[in-house]
């Protein structure tokens, strides 16, 4: 079983920063194939937020490219997401998500709340 858990949401003033942490915890030798955040914000779609494979291959949504990096350390199973100039519009639950063959493991959700 693999549980990632998320860490480092709070309140944060327009135009602050913060990083996220997850933690995947699993019993196992082996490097997650795709690790990615995502976040639901209220009343909406869960959207993906970036993505990193092993080869280091990022993706980015438009609305936080030069605004976020995402980030990955496989010797302690861990992933960032580091995100500055934050907006209201960021508001939202992150997720993280790691997958290997295809099968997927989500955490809890950290929330984020910017404050205009």
């Known amino acids: 079983q693999v549980h990632p858990v998320e860490s480092g949401g709070g309140l944060v003033q327009a135009g602050g920063s913060l990083r996220l942490s997850c933690v995947a915890s699993y019993s196992g030798a082996f490097k997650f194939d795709t690790v990615a955040w995502y976040r639901r914000a209220p009343g909406k779609q869960r959207e993906l937020v970036a993505q990193?494979?092993?080869?280091?291959?990022?993706i980015y949504a438009d609305s936080v490219k030069g605004r976020a990096t995402i980030s990955r350390d496989d010797a302690v199973n861990t992933m960032y997401l580091q995100m500055h100039s934050l907006r209201p519009e960021d508001t939202a639950v992150y997720f993280c998500?790691?997958?290997?063959?295809?099968?997927?493991?989500w955490g809890q959700g950290t929330q984020v709340t910017v404050s205009s």
């Open positions: 998500s790691v997958w290997r063959s295809g099968i997927g493991w």
């Open positions: 990193m494979t092993t080869s280091s291959n990022k």
